[in-house]
């Protein structure tokens, strides 16, 4: 099987940590993975805000970039969702069949790590070590558009030495929503707020989830009020063996 | 065409709309405690229910249906009302539905009516407009009454008065009502009797009833309103003259289709099984409720929002509010903030297309999401609200140029459509790391980033962007 990685564009210029860790998991499975140079970003946040010409060529180097992989692997399920979805309506939009075709042989290939993990390589124990107290967010794309159900729980429970700890209200979306966080900053904020403040009811030292966007958000938040807890992707965690982390 | 909210118009922004929802400690408790209450019980209450998603389906398929038939059934109807004894007028908008009622209040010299709840009319502002004709319109569903007591606007589609305690209900009452006990309690029991009493008188003196409908079958010409209070029953059956103003979206073809929905609107509503209430009538009978009935359907924007094809799925709401009691930013902004009769995720799609993008409110109603997806899941007619709220975000943004942005999400695309220009960007920003302290942290932004850093900390950029750490080790290249 010929897997390529889409890190996405967050998680390569911002933390690129995380895209070491797919590799490091997939390896560790047996696995090759390819990274193609030619991607860039899966136009999400161009196409949620309203910018859908300019997010056309983003999905035009999305399928050239990744035509004739088998599996794309990505740390986040909400582009995956975007690939999914909205790339087939931006080609159609744009009136280019020939991208059409392309996109839609390409984007039911996308697979979000947790997902592809689980189903499509049958694995929930990826030799994963790390004994630390950690609660899992479920973001809503994950969740809603890439219906991973309980598949990054799985993961979590077969990693050695977790306290893996239930999160309160898991399932309210933590107010990051893209542009919404600086276009609607202050119901952004309240909804950071008390995801933050679950996050602390359930003592947790790490909360993990799978996309780097929301973590980012929560994060800010954990940071800024000095709660001492760490936000962590939940690839950096499968692919932690308990010596470092 | 687009439709008009009269009494709507100027409303500001919803981030700024939002701002004062999200300081008020008394909303932001009384909606939390609301909503999470029903939330669960709506829960469960579908969850008893093993054919939930077959009937979702089955109501998106059945309401598609009649939406591209609906030149044909609404001719059905009008056909079938006016045979079993109703007169049928149709308004373009909201001027011409109220005129119309007015006209009709007028005919049966009522100084006076008592409405059911209705969205309709609360959509084309009509106890306005009859109140600057000299009538006197009184709300009779209890949280209606209340909010109108108040001199508020309702803040919920179910439950207007979702915004108020029990304490608050309490003083409008003893305000506002005049006939109110005076040792009035904040006990539920107590103020439902007020307000019943205070009703009971205006109930019998009506000459005239004002409703809308949840449903209008075609094949029939029969009307249906659901309800919890039987209010709206004493007003459907007791006045001489009853006028019902209902869009044009409402029409079901036939009763086969009307038991997919009675399963549906309860259970994602009220959370209940069934409702207490369900008044069905067909034109006017001899001996038995009003005497002269007459329908005026409603378009005000519906036909518009019909012709566009992501757009049309929000015209098959049935206004069951469940969206509302999931949606964490209908939690924290409150009802009011979305400028309109129709507040939460429903309304986000609903009223910048009945209205048309161009006003401040209806241009960030699109926008005032975090595309969660909650919304979605829970609606009984399966709207997609977030796609509905991206497409119109893409109109509001064609609408209202804003130069700064526009020129932002250009040079943005510009540099994320290409690995090359992107590796430059990161290179950039890799270098000037230092600049933002050793921390690793971003402590404050400069405008617009500044809402960013208001509440949060950003993370500055590591030394080696993936890419580039990448061609290091693997010797890829780039």
């Known amino acids: 099987m010929r897997i390529g990685l889409f890190v996405t564009c967050l998680t390569d210029t911002m933390f690129p940590e995380t895209g070491k860790a797919v590799v490091t998991v997939l390896e560790r499975l047996g696995h090759r993975v390819e990274f193609p140079a030619g991607q860039s970003c899966c136009g999400q946040m161009h196409f949620n805000t309203g910018y859908r010409r300019e997010a056309v060529p983003m999905a035009r180097g999305f399928a050239r970039a990744f035509d004739g992989y088998d599996a794309i692997v990505t740390p986040s399920a909400s582009c995956a969702a975007m690939v999914r979805e909205y790339h087939p309506v931006l080609a159609a939009e744009a009136g280019d069949a020939a991208l059409a075709r392309q996109v839609a042989d390409v984007a039911p290939r996308v697979h979000d790590l947790a997902t592809f993990l689980t189903g499509v390589l049958g694995v929930t124990d990826v030799g994963a070590r790390f004994p630390h107290r950690v609660t899992y967010h479920p973001t809503c794309h994950s969740l809603r558009m890439m219906h991973v159900g309980d598949a990054p729980l799985r993961l979590l429970r077969a990693v050695g030495g977790i306290d893996l700890v239930d999160l309160p209200d898991a399932e309210t979306c933590c107010g990051f929503g893209g542009t919404f966080s600086v276009k609607n900053p202050d119901v952004s904020a309240a909804m950071c707020a008390d995801k933050v403040s679950a996050i602390r009811q359930s003592r947790a030292e790490v909360v993990c989830a799978g996309d780097n966007s929301c973590l980012m958000h929560i994060d800010g938040a954990l940071s800024r009020q000095r709660t001492g807890v760490r936000s962590m992707h939940l690839a950096e965690i499968l692919a932690s063996t308990g010596a470092g982390a | ?478």
């Not at chain 2, 149709?90 to 008592?114: H, P, S, Y």
């Not at chain 2, 049309?312 to 049935?318: D, E, M, P, V």
């Not at chain 2, 999931?326 to 009769?341: K, Q």
């Not at chain 2, 209202?400 to 220009?421: D, M, N, Q, T, W």
């Open chain 2, 1 to 478: 065409m687009t439709g008009t909210m009269p009494t709507y118009l100027g409303m500001p922004s919803f981030p700024r709309a939002a701002k004062k929802a999200v300081a008020d400690s008394q909303l932001r408790r009384n909606l939390t405690h609301a909503t999470t209450a029903i939330r669960a019980k709506r829960a469960n209450a579908v969850a008893e229910l093993d054919d939930w998603e077959q009937l979702r389906q089955a109501a998106k398929a059945i309401k598609d249906h009649t939406l591209a038939n609906l030149d044909t059934y609404l001719l059905q109807l009008e056909g079938n009302v006016t045979r079993a004894g109703g007169h049928v007028h149709w308004a373009r908008d909201a001027a011409e539905a109220n005129a119309i009622v007015a006209a009709l209040v007028k005919e049966a010299e009522a100084d006076t009516v008592v409405k059911v709840k209705s969205m309709a009319t609360q959509e084309t502002g009509l106890n306005e407009a009859l109140a600057a004709r000299g009538i006197r319109a009184i709300e009779t569903d209890l949280a209606e009454l209340i909010v109108q007591l108040d001199d508020d606007r309702p803040s919920h589609i179910l439950v207007p008065a979702i915004h108020k305690n029990r304490a608050e209900i309490r003083d409008i009452f003893l305000r506002e009502m005049g006939d109110a006990p005076a040792d009035l309690t904040d006990d539920p029991t107590r103020l439902a009797a007020a307000a019943r009493a205070h009703l009971r008188s205006e109930f019998l003196s009506a000459k005239v009833g004002i409703s809308g409908a949840n449903f209008a079958i075609a094949g029939t010409g029969s009307l249906v309103v659901v309800e919890s209070e039987g209010n709206g029953r004493m007003c459907l059956t007791l006045p001489d003259t009853l006028i019902s103003v209902v869009g044009v979206e409402k029409l079901l073809p036939s009763w086969q289709d009307l038991e997919v929905f009675l399963a549906l609107l309860p259970r994602s509503s009220t959370a209940e099984r069934m409702n207490p209430y369900t008044t069905i009538w067909t034109g006017v009978a001899d001996g038995d409720g009003p005497r002269n009935f007459h329908l005026v359907l409603l378009d005000n924007g519906r036909t518009g929002t019909l012709a566009d094809p992501t757009g049309r799925q929000a015209l098959r709401c049935i206004r069951c509010s469940a969206c509302l009691n999931v949606c964490p930013v209908y939690e924290r902004a409150g009802g009011h903030a979305y400028g309109s009769p129709y507040p939460g995720p429903i309304g986000a799609i609903l009223s910048p297309q009945l209205r048309g993008v161009t006003s401040a409110i209806d241009a960030s109603l699109p926008f005032a999401s975090s595309l969660c997806g909650a919304c979605y899941e829970v609606c009984p007619v399966a709207i997609n609200i977030p796609e509905v709220l991206v497409e119109l975000r893409a109109r509001s943004v064609a609408e209202h140029k804003h130069p700064i942005e526009r020129a932002v999400f250009r040079l943005s695309g510009y540099v994320l459509s290409s690995p090359r220009r992107l590796a430059a960007a990161q290179r950039a920003a890799s270098a000037g790391r230092h600049i933002v302290g050793r921390s690793g942290r971003i402590r404050r932004l400069p405008p617009p980033l500044s809402a960013w850093t208001d509440t949060r900390d950003a993370p500055a950029p590591p030394p080696e962007s993936f890419r580039a750490w990448w061609a290091r080790t693997r010797g890829g290249a780039e």
